[in-house]
């Protein structure tokens, strides 16, 4: 497609079950970030993918939270043992790296929620 | 610590007005900012990106200037419409030019016809 791609859009799950999220990027984008957005919060970088290189997973808040890109391209976040904290938007964004910033597209989220 | 900071927090008008929302941010060594449109259950969309040698961007109603050593940028939008109704989001690097952004909070705007 032309967009950033997410699914499932909608999750609710219990409380303990693991989640996988799924993004699939604009064909050609080499990096690929997930963003957390909770109710009333700004925006919370998770992990950020560029190329071949180590991924930066700075912001991923427990080892609960992990992610991997195959093939450079899909992305599937996935929580373990979710908690009710876990209940958010989890929005995945892509774009082309160029020397000084670059344009970036986000995809319409996952919405989680965790009972 | 890169913090972002947006006021107001929310804001009404009426239709045709022109608007200023602003943005303030903590670490003035950025190498870009980027200002979003986020729709109530959408993803972002990016509206203006300004790179840290530039003082301003157009497109279309929409104006974004960047003053990087007072650590502000502000978004202009000229003669409203209600299809602009939307949260405003900024959004600058953690640090220099890194990838990872720091947004602040947005600042919901309603333009009522």
């Given at each position: 497609g032309a967009g950033v791609s997410q699914s499932p859009s909608n999750k609710?799950?219990?409380?303990?079950?693991?989640?996988?999220?799924?993004?699939?990027?604009?064909?050609g984008h080499t990096a690929l970030y997930w963003y957390r957005q909770s109710l009333g919060q700004g925006l919370e970088f998770l992990i950020y993918f560029?190329?071949?290189?180590?991924?930066?997973?700075?912001?991923?808040?427990?080892?609960?939270?992990?992610?991997?890109?195959?093939?450079?391209?899909?992305?599937?976040l996935t929580i373990q043992r979710t908690q009710q904290e876990d209940s958010a938007v989890?929005?995945?964004?892509s774009s082309l790296v160029s020397g000084e910033g670059n344009t970036i597209y986000f995809g319409e989220g996952s919405w989680l929620t965790v009972v | 610590k890169q913090e972002v900071t947006q006021i107001p927090a929310a804001l009404s008008v009426p239709e045709g007005e022109n608007l200023v929302l602003n943005c303030s941010f903590t670490d003035s060594a950025i190498y870009n900012l980027q200002w979003f449109r986020q729709d109530p259950g959408k993803g972002l969309t990016s509206l203006l990106l300004i790179q840290s040698s530039q003082r301003e961007q157009t497109s279309g109603r929409l104006n974004a200037s960047l003053d990087k050593s007072s650590g502000r940028s502000t978004l202009y939008i000229a003669a409203s419409q209600p299809g602009d109704s939307a949260t405003y989001l900024c959004a600058v690097p953690s640090q220099g030019g890194s990838e990872k952004l720091v947004f602040g909070k947005g600042t919901k705007l309603t333009v009522n016809p």
């Open positions: 609710v799950t219990e409380k303990g079950k693991d989640v996988e999220l799924r993004c699939d990027p604009i064909s560029q190329g071949n290189s180590a991924p930066d997973k700075s912001g991923l808040p427990s080892d609960r939270f992990s992610a991997e890109r195959t093939g450079g391209s899909v992305s599937t989890y929005l995945c964004a | -």
